[in-house]
């Protein structure tokens, strides 16, 4: 496939901090289901899915009828934290379909519109509840670019970013990162009972279940319940990073359903609002909920064309449908994957993932990078993560079809084998 050169107004006029861009030089116009159209009408399967915001699909007809017909009733679009129709909605269904029957008697806060803000709001009012500082995270996690966030976040580049110091936060070794060479959690649990070891009683622990941009790394669901038993021993709120791997993209609606554990705090962004429409919440315990009025807000918290397309996309959850698509196209992918690994072995390479969220390693980051640029070239959006960009990274719609994962995965082979020819693999 050939791209054309980007309008100079891309390059003379926007930020150098521009990054998807850089990676697949074309102006994208419309999109619909799993597949993206440039301008000049060449298109691509996504398998990006605006990095997991978009786990319907795009323009999913179901949801766009629904904002569609709020739009043209002159529905209100910004409210603050004014008690709307939408929201009233929104609350009911998630309520109905998402809390009650997982027997989750949470609050829900509207933090802001991403990812970031339902962080910043969990990590803030983890630490007004318990009065303490420190909070614990994990190698390889991302929770994003503001200053609490980046504060959790291992990522150096990012970090770098911040031109301050990132304080009060701890990292502690993600399940596996010693190589199954220790206990779990031996290292934490020492530091937390010696009076020595110079680390505060954390407010909090944040994890992600599946740290997507770390590297797609998996946390198996006794490390996960084994973190869970000691928080509760010692007093540390739990907090579940799922603004990524939430609504289904491991197959349950929230990522921490296979571990069996109830976290103190969620965090959801991304596909809550399932249109690609900024939106995030932040889920607490009832007994949580300490805030005074206004002492977390944001300007755009009441974004109704979200609470819309949410509700609507609710409706994908009223049954266990989608689950079970999404873990058996998820085992399709993985077994592609694994085939793909082991051909290309003496390279490193490994796969990796859960459900729709899956990725395939290698030693050299440059191969990952090299593949996904062939994948482009070929049709097929595909990103990298890790910290080294190591990992190539495939989250499909979970709306995906047989025809078309089928379809990215000969791609993608394709790719593979232009970039790393059989001679060099074996």
């Known amino acids: ?74 529905g209100v679009t910004h409210s603050l934290d004014m008690s709307t129709a939408a929201k009233q909605a929104f609350l009911e269904r998630f309520e109905e379909v998402v809390l009650r029957p997982r027997g989750l008697d949470y609050k829900v806060q509207f933090p802001g519109p991403t990812g970031a803000n339902t962080v910043e709001s969990a990590l803030k009012l983890a630490r007004k509840v318990t009065g303490r500082e420190a909070v614990v995270g994990f190698t390889n996690a991302f929770h994003g670019m503001t200053l609490g966030a980046l504060a959790v976040t291992g990522n150096s580049m990012k970090r770098a970013g911040a031109g301050i110091p990132l304080v009060h936060a701890t990292p502690m070794p993600y399940d596996n990162y010693l190589g199954g060479q220790t206990p779990d959690f031996l290292w934490f649990e020492t530091l937390l009972q010696d009076s020595g070891s110079g680390l505060n009683k954390p407010a909090a622990v944040i994890v992600e279940t599946v740290q997507g941009e770390g590297g797609v790394n998996v946390a198996r669901p006794e490390w996960l319940r084994g973190l869970a038993e000691l928080c509760a021993r010692h007093e540390i709120l739990l907090i579940v990073d799922d603004v990524q791997m939430g609504c289904g993209r491991t197959g349950p609606f929230f990522s921490f359903e296979a571990a069996g554990i109830t976290p103190d705090i969620v965090c959801l962004s991304k ?43 609710l409706d994908f959850w009223r049954d266990d449908a989608l689950e079970k698509q999404t873990l058996a196209a998820g085992e399709r992918i993985g077994r592609a994957l694994a085939e793909l690994a082991q051909e290309y072995a003496p390279l490193g390479a490994e796969a990796r993932g859960a459900g729709l969220i899956r990725g395939l390693a290698f030693d050299d980051p440059g191969t990952a990078d090299r593949i996904g640029a062939a994948a482009f070239e070929r049709g097929l959006l595909v990103e990298t993560s890790g910290p080294r960009g190591e990992v190539l990274k495939l989250m499909p719609p979970l709306t995906v079809t ?9 791609l993608l082979a394709d790719a593979v084998r232009a970039v790393v020819p059989k001679t060099t693999a074996a």
């Open 402 to 410: 047989t025809a078309e994962i089928d379809e990215g995965l000969a």
């Open 1 to 74: 496939m050939t791209t054309a050169a980007l309008p100079d107004v891309f390059t003379s006029l926007e930020s150098e901090v521009r990054s998807y861009c850089r990676s697949w030089p074309a102006v994208f116009d419309r999109a619909q289901g799993a597949r993206i159209h440039d301008t000049a009408g060449r298109s691509w399967l996504d398998f990006f899915a605006g990095a997991g915001a978009l786990n319907y699909g795009h323009n999913n007809p179901h949801l766009k009828r629904a904002l569609l017909d709020y739009l043209e009733r002159d």
């Open 271 to 313: 596909s809550i609002s399932g249109y690609g429409l900024p939106m995030a919440l932040t889920l607490f315990r009832r007994d949580l909920d300490l805030w005074a009025p206004g002492e977390h807000n944001g300007t755009f918290r009441g974004h109704n064309p979200a609470f819309v397309t949410a509700t609507a996309a």
